[in-house]
């Protein structure tokens, strides 16, 4: 007999263990190019979601992995395994393809607004940490003491008159921390900002008006609490992203009318030079009716209010800085996600386009292939136009600028 016997090399993979490994490749393959075309396609359900905010903030990686894939059609057609070659030609170009279009928009979003892009942007790596530099303890309610981190200038830092930020965290109104941007806290007092992020009263139960009322309250214990640490407290940014972000254009409409009230005193502080929202839910009723992210926005407004627009129609309105347009009010700056499947960027625009409508100065950027809380991953493209961005309007707000 002259029958050939196959003895495997050493360190050679049992079959088993390669037709695994097979399958995986092939089953991963499948799923990038299924992530990427959600991303390019938002309006899927569910997937939309999930692809935007796995794609959006790091399209490079995608990139990587589409020409991987591509690496091993080339791999499966030198064995003849017509099949997997098929299969891994299609997902690695729709990858790549897919991957590489998200990138290059949002490269030339970020070049037409002339914003810098460091190398750790375009790879969304290291997330930086950066604690606060004191705790400040504003007030105490409910048995619970409210405070605000402070990230000041470092003495090289200090660039003139520069306002005060008051930065309110988003989450639901039920959920995040005042730490939760701190690599943007530190990034603005690196450019000579102090920035004042502040607790405020969660849900449950509702606090359609504590939230505001303690945000007020921060403005007007923090001006003076501040001061020992060498901030500036004369002049004050209201900004905040999401919940936070709704807060802050809300509170800074209602000081202008004086529509609004303090949980901690009679008196109420000058309203901001300025406000900044990220992603706001600015129209709370409009959040219930689009009832975004799988439910999530009905789910918010209603423990946030107590009930539905029809049972509370004033709550809504009172915590909807939509509500408060009129002629007269501070700049505004509005960044969302083109992509947004929580608070839709229809309804951002829809503020925006009110406040042009009453004469008020208003700036609107929607960042392409970005969705809520984009700039979560401080380091990616959409990350970097959000803080540059923040970054100009504030310097629109200094003296002489």
Request: aromatic share 8%.
């Amino acid at each position: 007999m002259n029958a050939r016997v196959r003895i495997p090399s050493p360190g050679a993979l049992p079959r088993w263990a390669r037709r695994t490994a097979l399958a995986l490749g092939l089953v991963a393959s499948g799923l990038a190019a299924l992530v990427t075309l959600g991303a390019i396609i938002p309006a899927v359900p569910v997937l939309g979601y999930y692809a935007t905010t796995w794609v959006g903030p790091r399209p490079l990686w995608y990139v990587v992995f589409g020409l991987v894939i591509a690496a091993g059609a080339v791999v499966a057609w030198r064995r003849g395994k017509r099949r997997t070659t098929v299969w891994t030609t299609v997902t690695s170009a729709v990858t790549a393809i897919g991957a590489a279009t998200v990138l290059i928009t949002q490269l030339l979003y970020a070049h037409s607004q002339n914003v810098p892009l460091s190398a750790a942007d375009v790879l969304a790596v290291d997330q930086p940490t950066a604690p606060p530099d004191h705790v400040i303890a504003y007030d105490r309610v409910e048995g619970r003491t409210l405070k605000a981190g402070l990230w000041a200038p470092r003495a090289a830092h200090r660039q003139g008159d520069k306002p005060m930020v008051i930065w309110i965290h988003g989450g639901g109104f039920a959920t995040g921390s005042r730490d939760q941007r701190a690599g943007d806290y530190r990034w603005l007092a690196n450019h000579g900002y102090p920035v004042l992020s502040i607790d405020y009263r969660l849900t449950p139960p509702p606090r359609w008006k504590d939230a505001s009322d303690d945000v007020v309250c921060a403005m007007s214990r923090l001006a003076r609490m501040a001061r020992p640490y060498g901030v500036d407290t004369s002049r004050t940014v209201l900004v905040g992203g999401s919940a936070g972000g709704s807060l802050a254009l809300n509170v800074a409409y209602g000081l202008k009318s004086g529509h609004i009230a303090s949980s901690c005193t009679a008196l109420l502080p000058a309203p901001p030079v300025a406000v900044a929202g990220f992603y706001p839910a600015s129209d709370l009723k409009g959040t219930w009716q689009d009832n975004g992210l799988m439910g999530f926005g009905r789910e918010i407004t209603e423990a946030y209010t107590g009930g539905t627009p029809a049972q509370h129609p004033e709550r809504y309105r009172y915590a909807s800085a939509t509500s408060r347009v009129r002629p007269g009010l501070m700049p505004s700056l509005l960044v969302t996600g083109a992509s947004d499947h929580l608070i839709r960027q229809s309804r951002v625009r829809g503020l925006a386009d009110r406040l042009r409508q009453a004469h008020d100065p208003v700036r609107f950027n929607a960042i392409p292939y970005s969705d809520h809380a984009f700039d979560d991953t401080y380091h990616s493209i959409a990350g970097a136009v959000g803080r540059n961005l923040l970054l100009r309007f504030l310097n629109g707000t200094a003296p002489g600028a």
